[in-house]
Structures are given as C-alpha cells and as structure tokens.
C-alpha cells in the first residue's frame, strides 16, 4: 500500500524526523494567509511529479489560490489531482537521499544514503553507482546508531552534520519496522540554516501487514476509482505512467510481461494481476477496470493457463468486447478451444510472448 506523501511525512514527523511544516486542502479557498514562500504539491501516488508541473511556488495568498485551483484541475500520469499539500519553502543550501528498502534476496532490510538528493536514486543508480552508499541491517538487532554513522560518512558528511543524518536514518528505519515497510525514503533531506530538513516523503507499506496497522479504513490510500475496483473483486493492480495496460494470471508472469513491452519500447500503463483460476467474470472485470484509465491506448493480455482456464478467460474477453486495441497471448489449459473462440470472435491471438510485446508497441505507432 502507497501512502500518500503528506500521510508519510506524518509518520515520519511521528518517529521524530524533522519534517517541513505543512497542511492539505480540497480548494483553493482553504489556503491560509501566507507569510513567507510557500510550494504547493499535488497529492498522487507517482513519482516525477514536478516533470509533469505538479509541484508549484507562491509568495502570496492569492498566488497560492491561483496555483492550488491550477493543481486541483490537473491530471498526473492519469491520476486525478484531489488534495494539495501546502508547505513552506526550505531554505535548501545541498539536498541529500536516505531511505529503506526491504531486499527479498538477503531477507533483510537495506539502508541506502546519496549525497546526490533530488534525483531520482534509479538514475543515480545508473549514471554514478559509486556515490551511492548502502548497509544491510540486522532485522533482529536493528539499524544502530554507529551504523548509520558509518555510512553517511561513506557519502562524505561529518561532524554535526553526519550525527544528524545518523539520527534520522534511525527513526526512519524504526518506523520502517514498526509500520512493516517495503519502501521508506526521504528524497530530497535537505540541508538548511536550522539543520536537516525532509521536504519529501515516501512510504510503501507490506499489504499482507495491513490487519495489524492502525490505519482509518475510510481514509484508505486506495484513492484512484480503478484501484477501489480492482480490490473490490479480489484483483492486483497498480499505477503505472504509460500507454499499454498489461493484464495477466500471476504477479511474476504480468512483471515478465512489463519488461517485455518496455523491451521494445512501450511504457506500461498498469499492471493486473488476474490471479490463479480466474474466471470470465474476473476477466470482463479486469478489462473494465484498465480502459477507466485515459491514458491506456492498447491492453496487452498474456494468459498462462495452469489452474487457470483459456477458455474461461476467451469467454470474459468476447463478453467485455473492449474498446481499445487488444493484443492476446494464451498458452495451457484449454489452450486451443479458448484460442478458437477468440477467432471466432475476429481477435487475432499470437503464440509468443515477446511476439505479444511487440505488437502492442506497434500498434502505438
């Protein structure tokens, strides 16, 4: 489950890290008076949200109205803009990155420092790997302070500065265990006259550990409509930032298919994980629930049929007959009556999987 970010920077302010003062409105008119420069930031659970214009600056109250009506007016990678969380302008004199990451190979969360905050950590990641600084933490002993320690002085901080940094990578990983994070990060923290300041905040928390969170049902951060549904009818689904909306029965077979289309050039618009032994009802609910989203301008169904039957998923395609470019790859049980139907019907079914892939790109033109 993503957090929003102004319901992440509360559990951090929460664990005791130095979070920017803010609050969050529906309207422009809940803008309070404004005494010294203001940014105003669309509340959508994506990232690169200032690439597409959804972080704005003002100095005044009537210039924050105008920016806030802006921002509430606006969609960000298909996702519409409801709340704008209002904070004031740090004095930033660097910008850093700290965040926790549970790594699922050594079974152990992973403490990670840059001193190249305000990027994103992938293309740091990519373009400069030696500035990047990373620490597996003993989940039973915790992170300690002189671990931490050692690594914001790996990213060259000292002094006062580094026992800061120290201090807040602790609390952040305290709330990372107690909140059973997968992914805890503050990018940019940022340095200013009155010390370390998080002017951002991402929090993902384990959805298999949500009975034992204290989080208020009716303020869920499932926010999108397609996301309501999708949990509604017991299906996977996220968010994603592109154009072909991938469906298919099993999380490791629908992140192949990701990689496959992004292969070839294509940007994922959602990932849909049917599930094993999915129906024609689940199917024709799948299909609704990716053409809700504007952005989505083919659907790519890569069907492996083991408990899962093709031709129970051929019948839930004919039924929905959607509306947008279709590409259908189908292999296992009932492979051949499911592929017949689906013929029958003027689909065209190809028998490869990067087949699929690229003829989804193609059809983006």
């Known amino acids: 489950m993503k957090l929003q970010e102004y319901q ?5 302010r929460q664990a005791g890290i130095p979070v920017a003062k803010g609050y969050l409105v529906t309207a422009p008119e809940e803008i309070r008076e404004v005494d010294s420069p203001v940014v105003l930031k669309a509340q959508v659970r994506v990232g690169k949200r200032g690439k597409h214009g ?6 005044t109250r009537e210039e924050a109205m105008e920016k806030a009506g802006r921002l509430l007016d606006m969609q960000i990678q298909g996702l519409d803009v409801n709340e704008v969380l209002v904070a004031e302008k740090a004095d930033v004199h660097s910008e850093y990155y700290v965040g926790m990451v549970l790594d699922r190979q050594t079974k152990r969360p992973v403490l990670i420092m840059t001193s190249e905050g305000g990027m994103d950590i992938e293309e740091v990641a990519a373009e400069h790997p030696d500035r990047i600084a990373k620490y597996p933490v003993d989940p039973v002993m915790g992170l300690r302070r002189h ?3 050692y690594l914001a002085e790996k990213i060259g901080l000292q002094g006062d500065m580094m026992k800061q940094m120290a201090g ?3 609390k952040l990983y305290n709330a990372f265990d107690a909140y059973d994070g997968e992914l805890a990060e503050i990018n940019p923290l940022v340095a200013t006259p009155d010390g370390l300041l998080a002017i951002d905040a991402v929090f993902n928390i384990d959805d298999n550990a949500l009975y034992r969170q204290d989080f208020d049902k009716e303020k869920s951060p499932l926010v999108t409509e397609r996301e309501k549904k999708a949990s509604e009818h017991g299906l996977a689904y996220v968010d994603l930032d592109g154009e072909v909306a991938i469906i298919g029965c099993g999380a490791g077979l629908v992140m192949a298919t990701l990689d496959a289309v992004a292969e070839y050039g294509g940007n994922p618009a959602c990932f849909l994980d049917l599930g094993g032994g999915a129906t024609a009802e689940d199917t024709k609910h799948a299909l609704d629930i990716v053409q809700m989203k504007n952005s989505v301008a083919i659907i790519y169904l890569n069907i492996f049929g ?6 129970r998923i051929a019948e839930g395609i004919i039924e929905a007959a959607p509306q947008k470019p279709t590409v259908i790859r189908m292999l296992g049980t009932n492979e051949e009556k499911g592929k017949e139907m689906l013929r029958q019907a003027g689909y065209e079914v190809v028998d490869d999987m990067t087949e699929g892939a690229k003829k989804a790109v193609e059809l983006l033109g």
């Open 54 to 59: 959804g972080i704005l600056f003002a100095d």
């Open 8 to 12: 992440a920077a509360d559990l951090f």
């Open 168 to 170: 807040i990578a602790v």
């Open 306 to 311: 083991g408990i899962t039957q093709c031709d």
């Open 147 to 149: 671990e931490a320690m």
